[in-house]
């Protein structure tokens, strides 16, 4: 090896074997550029040609006997101990073969819940309108105090202002009629709906077929005759007044037969407002005209009650 310049003499053989003149002409030349004096180019003999493969395995150990920085300095690095060996094998667990559904299952698509009759940010105002009844509870009626003391009359109680509550309760008639039967679902929601509005200790269900005259049923499956609340609360039915459905359809009862009705609640203190969801041109004019018929609507409003509550009061 060539101290200067760090050639070995392998490195000679190979640059004459590549590049020298068989006759010898130029190693002289090639060995004076590698650094190596010229008579020790005299004393080189050349190499025969080997074939490619043996000649890549010398230069592979040529390479793997040169020493490198990293080896030939002094190690610094501390006894470790000895190298731990792992067991590959046992460490690792067996492979899992992995199954993929090429088409994942889909659930039933549900049908989407019905949009209630009533509209759900006005629904609670228009049942305290229509369950609610006009009660002595609010501030002092100013002008009715007046007019007391300007008669002269003895005020043993100041007259209170009236205002609407739905502390007397509500009774509910609800219509299972071959008319109703396509709103079983909105009679549901809208029962709930009354008793989250006046209170279900407050609220009676009754069920009948086509108008109460042909008897009612509790909420305990008892059948009897239909009365009326005795302590002034509000009647709301839930029913076509016996016109909706089918025209063909046999009735257990006729129009007429709610006037009767509506006089036997009227004569108990109390008064009835009929929610009807088919519209106003198939309403009976006979019943319309003399009870008060509200259209159960997603457009209707609580102005619309206490006008058709107005418009019949006695």
């Not at 305990?220 to 009326?228: E, I, K, L, R, V």
């Given at each position: 090896m060539?101290?200067?310049?760090?050639?070995?003499?392998?490195?000679?053989v190979?640059?004459l074997?590549?590049?020298?003149?068989?006759?010898?002409?130029?190693?002289?030349?090639?060995?004076?550029?590698?650094?190596?004096?010229?008579?020790?180019?005299?004393?080189?003999?050349?190499?025969?040609?080997?074939p490619?493969?043996?000649?890549r395995?010398?230069?592979?150990?040529?390479?793997?006997?040169?020493?490198?920085?990293?080896?030939?300095?002094?190690?610094?690095?501390?006894?470790?101990?000895?190298?731990?060996?792992?067991?590959?094998?046992?460490?690792?667990?067996?492979?899992?073969?992995l199954?993929?559904d090429?088409?994942?299952?889909?659930?039933?698509?549900?049908?989407?819940s019905?949009?209630?009759?009533?509209?759900?940010?006005?629904?609670?105002?228009?049942?305290?309108?229509?369950?609610?009844?006009?009660?002595?509870?609010?501030?002092?009626?100013?002008?009715?105090?007046?007019?007391?003391?300007?008669?002269?009359?003895?005020?043993?109680?100041?007259?209170s202002?009236k205002?609407?509550?739905?502390?007397?309760?509500?009774q509910?008639?609800?219509?299972?009629?071959?008319?109703?039967?396509?709103?079983?679902?909105?009679?549901?929601?809208?029962?709930?709906a009354?008793?989250?509005?006046?209170?279900?200790?407050?609220?009676?269900?009754?069920?009948f077929?086509?108008?109460?005259?042909?008897?009612?049923?509790?909420e305990?499956?008892?059948?009897?005759?239909?009365?009326?609340p005795?302590?002034?609360?509000?009647?709301?039915?839930?029913t076509?007044i016996?016109?909706?459905?089918?025209?063909?359809?046999?009735?257990?009862?006729?129009?007429?037969?709610?006037?009767?009705?509506?006089?036997?609640?009227?004569?108990?203190?109390?008064d009835?407002?009929?929610?009807?969801?088919?519209?106003?041109?198939?309403?009976?004019?006979?019943?319309?005209?003399?009870?008060?018929v509200l259209?159960?609507?997603?457009?209707?409003?609580?102005?619309?009650?206490?006008?058709?509550?107005?418009?019949?009061?006695?």
């Open positions: 060539n101290a200067g310049t760090r050639v070995f003499l392998g490195d000679l190979r640059a074997q590549r590049t020298g003149d068989p006759r010898g002409e130029n190693w002289s030349a090639i060995a004076a550029m590698l650094g190596f004096e010229f008579g020790v180019v005299r004393t080189v003999i050349p190499v025969p040609p080997q490619p493969e043996i000649k395995q010398q230069d592979l150990r040529g390479e793997q006997r040169r020493p490198s920085a990293e080896t030939s300095a002094p190690s610094t690095t501390e006894d470790i101990g000895e190298l731990m060996e792992f067991d590959l094998e046992r460490s690792t667990s067996p492979p899992e073969a199954v993929l090429s088409v994942a299952p889909q659930r039933p698509a549900s049908a989407p019905p949009r209630p009759l009533l509209d759900p940010l006005w629904q609670r105002g228009i049942l305290i309108e229509s369950a609610g009844t006009l009660e002595a509870a609010g501030d002092v009626a100013i002008l009715e105090a007046v007019d007391l003391f300007a008669r002269g009359a003895p005020l043993l109680d100041l007259p202002l205002i609407r509550g739905v502390s007397k309760g509500c509910v008639l609800v219509d299972g009629g071959l008319g109703m039967q396509p709103f079983t679902n909105d009679t549901r929601q809208i029962v709930g009354i008793r989250k509005a006046v209170g279900s200790e407050h609220t009676r269900v009754l069920t077929i086509d108008c109460p005259t042909t008897g009612v049923m509790t305990t499956f008892g059948d009897m005759h239909y009365t009326p005795d302590n002034g609360a509000m009647v709301l039915a839930l076509d016996c016109s909706g459905g089918p025209r063909s359809a046999i009735r257990e009862a006729e129009p007429e037969d709610w006037l009767t009705v509506a006089k036997r609640i009227r004569d108990a203190g109390s009835l407002l009929i929610l009807n969801p088919y519209p106003p041109d198939r309403w009976p004019a006979q019943v319309r005209d003399r009870v008060a259209h159960w609507d997603t457009s209707t409003k609580a102005v619309d009650v206490r006008q058709t509550r107005r418009r019949t009061s006695r």
